[in-house]
T-cell receptor, first 113, second 114 residues
Framework: DVKVTQSSRYLVKRTGEKVFLECVQDMDHENMFWYRQDPGLGLRLIYFSYDVKMKEKGDIPEGYSVSREKKERFSLILESASTNQTSMYLC????????????FGPGTRLTVL | AQSVTQLGSHVSVSEGALVLLRCNYSSSVPPYLFWYVQYPNQGLQLLLKYTTGATLVKGINGFEAEFKKSETSFHLTKPSAHMSDAAEYFCAVGDGGSQGNLIFGKGTKLSVKP
């Protein structure tokens, strides 16, 4: 079974803190994705990566950065957390090719106070 | 550009009743279509997908969906709802590129009444 794990299920941080969300997949997938999910807005793509050290901006990259130093690991970084970044963050991975499904991690619910 | 519209942000059915969740898409290329389910405080799980071939696709937990090109639809159905089907459901379409990006609908929350 494909497994996508995220470093924390729940996280509480203060405004201005630097926040790291980590995602690891065990299926040798080329692609990895970070989304945020908010009620009524569905899933919005923050960043994705289709290879090690490669990254592409998604629909809402402002305030975020990413790092992919190893194929299995994709990190999302909030350089200076703000209250409007309180959200559910979902990581996903997939093989290359538009016909392949994405496999999702359990999510991290981040609260910024 | 690809897009997905899910009609109805909330759908409520009685246990044993038909479940119908609607999804319409827009795509400039032959679409790859997906349905995902999300249970509370969990990630998304694939229910089924359409890539090519048979237009009626069967998925897990008794769900199925039919690709209708003429109607640009990919509605999700289940003949008889169970309490355990209560969840949020997302329709998605491939963005037409080779990298596997998906465009998601805003989701439909399904409630099942006893």
């Amino acid at each position: 079974d494909v497994k996508v794990t995220q470093s924390s299920r729940y996280l509480v941080k203060r405004t201005g803190e630097k926040v790291f969300l980590e995602c690891v997949q065990d299926m040798d997938h080329e692609n990895m994705f970070w989304y945020r999910q908010d009620p009524g807005l569905g899933l919005r793509l923050i960043y994705f990566s289709y290879d090690v050290k490669m990254k592409e901006k998604g629909d809402i990259p402002e305030g975020y950065s990413v790092s992919r130093e190893k194929k299995e690991r994709f990190s999302l970084i909030l350089e200076s957390a703000s209250t409007n970044q309180t959200s559910m963050y979902l990581c996903a991975s997939s093989f290359s090719g538009g016909y392949n499904e994405q496999f999702f991690g359990p999510g991290t619910r981040l609260t910024v106070l | 550009a690809q897009s997905v519209t899910q009609l109805g942000s909330h759908v409520s059915v009685s246990e044993g009743a038909l479940v119908l969740l609607r999804c319409n898409y827009s795509s400039s290329v032959p679409p790859y279509l997906f349905w995902y389910v999300q249970y509370p405080n969990q990630g998304l799980q694939l229910l089924l997908k359409y890539t090519t071939g048979a237009t009626l696709v069967k998925g897990i937990n008794g769900f199925e969906a039919e690709f209708k090109k003429s109607e640009t639809s990919f509605h999700l159905t289940k003949p008889s709802a169970h309490m355990s089907d209560a969840a949020e459901y997302f329709c998605a379409v491939g963005d037409g590129g080779s990298q596997g990006n998906l465009i998601f609908g805003k989701g439909t929350k399904l409630s099942v009444k006893p």
